[in-house]
């Protein structure tokens, strides 16, 4: 049994605090066959056709003498359809959140018939395999229902049976809470359980089947010059997911980074008859930093068009009105990105503007309401029409001058900077939505990215 | 917990080995409030519009304080669409059988669905209520994937849950095996999820809501004069679930019979308004024999078109013959109903038929084709196109004339005989099927039954 424990990253602002048993400290993984644990989205089973070709890529790794862990999500729709369902019987004005237990109960029988109909074509081709619910594991859980943690998983049973040669085939997504109440891990939860069975059961490595055959420089739908990364930093990574660019769950990088997991993406649409005859599959290899050779100032440009601006008009400037704005927000659960403090025209006041995710104004100008007398602000405007454009790497550290770029890349397009955030190896702003597009193209263009993943 | 027992009961010759605890050896059943189990069939679930009626039949009980357990089957159609993916997943010409675990993973996920949904439609309500999985209870059953036996049922945790307000929803059809595989009780398995339930939790009745408001004397869609009625005792209700009546499923009576459970069948598509209003809903009441006061001779007239029948030509008129023939087809799990032989033209030789399942045509003819050698007949002749009409009453077994009068208005309509198979309460007869809703509107008005349910 491994314990997982993860922190909940609240915001973009990303904190590991990560216990681990080392894996070496249990001797059965030396002693077991080599594991791997493949995972696959909603598009790779979105139909019964699709579901034989994810067989193949299956199959492949049986044959090569693997024991093999599958993690599966539901057929393409169908979360969405029974998340309608749950929606309609609760009824208009009433948050899903109080139900939460029984939304997991419903949602997660998605995930449930893919594992069966996968163990089925699997044993029609003459393949020992069985399906496995996250509470047959059973996978354990905090209660935390409809975004859950995973707090355990036993390796024996589960790593037994892939050992004497049957496939496992993992409902992705859903857990057990110590109550016993079906839980569901958020929307990608299937990467994490995939990449928490993976280090659980000390597999070589992690495949994430997706729709795409890695990670991009950028999103392709913007540039055409978007280049697929052979390697990518579990901290690139990270940064990359919270920033817009949705191949992985964020927390699936964070486990896969804590325990070390050798995480690949890679595309399940590929033909698994050149797989077979020895192609090498093009895939974006996820690893730790001293892993990667050739190390690039920039690795990739990201954007999310899910923000939102909310300033707050002629705040009087003194000590204490900030602080309670955010304190205030941050006990609502609204997580804040950038904050900007800027002389107002009256004397003695300031303007306060920040931005947050576009789904959480509507809550925040409702408590920044109850405030108004105590903060004394004159006005609060929201601009919805807002989008954060990053651009991310690991050289930045190392490496000045990536800043100036970005602003000086942006300052010749005229696009207006309305707020900037950064991290160790990130820059982000916040800029009109209308510029987004112009903004990534160019950024891609100013750090040579295009180059860069024609020559990696 | 309650151990239950039931026999498997092979073809219409049903026999009932039960060994129960009683359930007065339970003190806990005294000291609780008064528990009622609701079972609500998919066509009761079709749909949300349908829950929300469904949530208002389950509020009356709990308003009226009773502990309130509720079964629910899949939304209709649900299970279909399940059964019909499994089937494409395996492919043709592979059986289903070799791979009933995963049958039974995927199929089970659609109660799951309703069971959530109703759990939701009623919290939104303002009611306490969870859905209960086979597992969460847990339910366990026998290993015969797809149509499992229920083992046993743990009376605490569910029984605390609703002697505590909260309505329990428990998903029906499923439960799980020694092993901690998903199981399915089998078509109509829902029935018996609800009767056990009840036995298990002592509650004061098991009512079965469906699509419609009781038993009737025969099928309404064949003769306009079908009545309801308003009591039938367990052994007639056995026979008519047996023998065609599709309102419940055989083995939820054989327990309900084991175990006293106070069975009544209604509709779910009734008005709960007028319910409420303190209107009586009709249904039907299904008892032991003593607590049926009126007895009518015969209750009731069923028929059942799977039928078929297979002949073996000229067999020589030797002994052990005819029974290596039918213990071969018992072996093969092949249920053999009615049997008769007649005198071949050839000297010494004998004609033997027996009607079967029409779905087990083609499995009996392939066995004895093989057979041919050692038994020596000369031709094999099937004929799917027979039905089994039969009628079915307690009376019967104080009563004489009952078989004469079948046999004489079958005869004024030239309707030929072709088999006869008789029990205590119950006498059948497999005719051509052009004549099946000529014999059942005959038989019908022969016995009375228009004017007995009329006047009960």
Same mark, same amino acid.
């Given at each position: 049994m491994i314990l997982i424990y993860t922190a909940y990253s609240r915001g973009y602002s990303l904190s590991y605090i990560v216990k681990e048993m080392p894996m070496?400290?249990?001797?059965q993984h030396k002693m077991t066959n080599s594991r791997v644990v493949l995972k696959f989205g909603g598009t790779s089973v979105a139909d019964l056709d699709r579901i034989a070709n994810v067989a193949e890529f299956v199959k492949l790794e049986a044959d090569a003498g693997y024991g093999v862990v599958v993690v599966v999500s539901a057929m393409a729709g169908e979360t969405n359809r029974l998340v309608d369902l749950v929606h309609r019987a609760i009824?208009?004005?009433?948050?899903v959140d109080s139900n939460l237990r029984e939304y997991d109960a419903v949602v997660s029988s998605g995930e449930q018939v893919t594992s069966g109909l996968l163990a089925l074509t699997l044993q029609r081709q003459g393949y020992r395999a069985r399906s496995w619910q996250g509470w047959q594991i059973p996978l354990k859980t905090s209660d935390?229902?409809?975004r859950a943690r995973i707090a355990s998983i036993p390796d024996d049973v589960v790593g037994a049976a892939v050992d004497s040669g049957e496939i496992a085939i993992v409902a992705g997504f859903q857990g057990i809470t110590e109550e016993g109440r079906i839980s569901t891990l958020g929307r990608g939860g299937s990467d994490t359980t995939a990449v928490a069975l993976a280090a659980a059961l000390g597999a070589e490595r992690c495949d994430i089947y997706t729709d795409i055959d890695g990670v991009y420089t950028t999103d392709p739908r913007i540039s055409s010059n978007a280049r697929r990364l052979e390697r990518i930093s579990y901290e690139e990574m990270l940064e990359m997911a919270s920033l817009g660019?949705?191949?992985?769950q964020t927390r699936s990088v964070e486990l896969a980074m804590a325990h070390n997991v050798n995480l690949r993406v890679l595309s399940s649409f590929a033909d698994p008859k050149e797989a077979r005859n020895g192609a090498l599959q093009p895939c974006t290899v996820i690893c730790? #930093?001293?892993? !990667?050779? #050739?190390?690039? !100032?920039v690795s990739g440009v990201t954007h999310s068009d899910s923000e939102a601006k909310i300033s707050l008009m002629t705040v009087p400037d003194e000590p204490g009105r900030a602080a309670r704005i955010f304190t205030e927000l941050a006990a609502a659960d609204i997580n804040v990105d950038m904050i900007v403090q800027s002389a107002a025209k009256t004397a003695k006041a300031a303007n306060i503007s920040f931005s947050l995710d576009e789904a959480d104004v509507a809550r925040a100008q409702e408590l920044l309401a109850t405030l108004k007398q105590d903060i004394g602000y004159t006005d609060v405007v929201a601009d919805r029409n807002v989008s954060k454009v990053s651009v991310i790497g690991v050289g930045m550290k190392s490496h000045a001058g990536v800043a100036a770029t970005m602003f000086q890349t942006l300052a010749e397009r005229s696009i207006n900077i309305l707020n900037i955030s950064t991290s160790e190896i990130r820059i982000s702003v916040l800029i009109h939505s209308e510029y987004t597009e112009l903004a990534v193209r160019a950024l891609h263009q100013a750090y040579g990215l295009q180059e860069m993943a024609e020559t990696s």
């Open positions: 070496s400290s249990s001797p009824g208009t004005g009433i948050s935390g229902h409809g660019a949705k191949v992985l730790s #930093e001293d892993e !990667i050779v #050739e190390q690039h !100032i």
